[in-house]
């Protein structure tokens, strides 16, 4: 399942190679709403990993953005005790800006029956 949320991009962490094979990556948004006459302010941090760590050197700190994530939990075991994570995985960002959204991301290409790309841009 896929989620969306916009808010300002306040922190960007270094790449973390988690293993020789696994590497991630951190940044947080801050999503400020009203809820009954007060401000709320959340900070929400995602994880990026693999090809995805370098989806925030797009953007600056302050800029406004959309993020798609999906929630991932995992349960583990040590020395008998249950622990569990919930991460948010980043796997889009996007430039907001008065009303539209930008993307960063392009669509995959689409193909016609002669396997030739097919350049549908007005310029």
């Given amino acids: 399942m ?42 929400i941090k995602f994880q990026c990993v693999q090809d995805k760590t370098a989806m925030p050197d797009r953007f600056n700190l302050g800029d406004e953005i959309k993020v798609s994530f999906n929630i991932k939990g995992t349960k583990w075991v040590k020395d008998g005790k249950e622990n569990y994570i919930t991460n948010l995985d980043a796997w889009r960002m996007e430039h907001i800006k008065a009303g539209q959204q930008i993307s960063t991301e392009a669509p995959p290409p689409e193909y016609n029956p002669g396997n030739e790309i097919v350049d549908d841009l007005p310029f």
């Fill in 2 to 43: 896929s989620f969306e949320i916009t808010g300002k991009l306040v922190a960007k962490f270094n790449i973390v190679q988690r293993t020789e094979s696994f590497k991630t990556r951190e940044f947080v948004i801050e999503k400020t709403e009203e809820f009954s006459g007060r401000i709320i302010t959340n900070y």
